[in-house]
């Protein structure tokens, strides 16, 4: 397999480890992890996914990549909105993507998605594979965050799109006291009361931990995308970066 050289990168938020960003403890809540993110978003989720699908602009016949698939909704999700392509979902936690394949068993999808356990910042696939990379609230997991761009960039065919959907902590504006308020204390409550685990308390800590926009717009130039943007969902809670890959 071509591999490019990872470069270091001294940008704010290129390596950016948390405590507890690990398959393993994603495996603790993958039972519970699809009510626990409609609970937890009330519902927004499946909005913003919807909104990070589009920005793909997948064609009949596309071969996307869903990088921390998770339980495959995201995935799925594309599947429903283009039935002429196929897409490809990796994870590091083996519990996810175990309950993800149970979802597709029998399903309208299951020929068209396929998903297996996988590291996003070491991609077991030749350059130039696919015809779209996402990953959407899990680029904040990785330890290093420019590896997994450049991975995401470097399989992906030039001229197309990498997106990443990510959480974030409005900085501005009238809701951000009430969405830091929500994402400090009302979500890891409301995450350790319903999972029976104290997981839900890391994600407030790596939103927390993860840059801001413009340091992460940086970021995925350095990577090898160009004419990135930023489009802020629900009052800024969550970012959408749109990339294109250099021809």
């Known amino acids: 397999m071509n591999k490019t050289h990872h470069e270091e990168a001294d940008l704010d938020g290129a390596k950016q480890t948390v405590s507890g960003g690990t398959g393993e403890m994603f495996d603790e809540i993958a039972e519970r992890y ?7 978003s009330m519902g927004q989720d499946q909005y913003w996914r919807r909104r990070a699908v589009k920005s793909l602009r997948i064609k009949p016949g596309d071969h996307i990549l869903d990088v921390a698939t998770g339980t495959g909704d995201l995935a799925m999700t594309i599947a429903k909105v283009h039935p002429l392509a196929s897409v490809q979902g990796i994870d590091p936690s083996a519990n996810m993507v175990a309950v993800g394949n149970e979802k597709l068993k029998g399903g ?13 910042q070491a991609l077991n696939f030749e350059d130039n594979s696919f015809d779209g990379a996402i990953v959407s609230f899990g680029i904040r997991n990785f330890p290093d965050r420019l590896k997994g761009l450049q991975e995401m960039t470097r ?36 995450g350790s009361a319903l999972s029976g685990k104290k997981e839900y308390r890391y ?26 943007r930023v489009t802020p969902l629900s009052f800024g809670a969550v970012n959408l970066f749109v990339g294109t890959v250099k021809k």
């Open 203 to 228: 994600l407030q800590e790596s939103i927390a931990a993860f840059p801001s926009a413009e340091q992460f717009k940086a970021l995925m130039e350095t990577a090898g995308l160009e004419r990135v």
């Open 108 to 120: 309208d999808y299951e020929r068209r998605v396929t998903l297996n356990i996988g590291d996003g």
């Open 34 to 40: 699809d009510l626990l993110n409609r609970i937890l």
């Open 155 to 190: 399989v992906t065919k030039p001229g197309r799109q990498v997106v990443i959907l990510e959480l974030s902590e409005p900085r501005k504006g009238p809701m951000a006291i009430a969405a830091r308020t929500y994402i400090h204390h009302v979500v890891p409550r409301i």
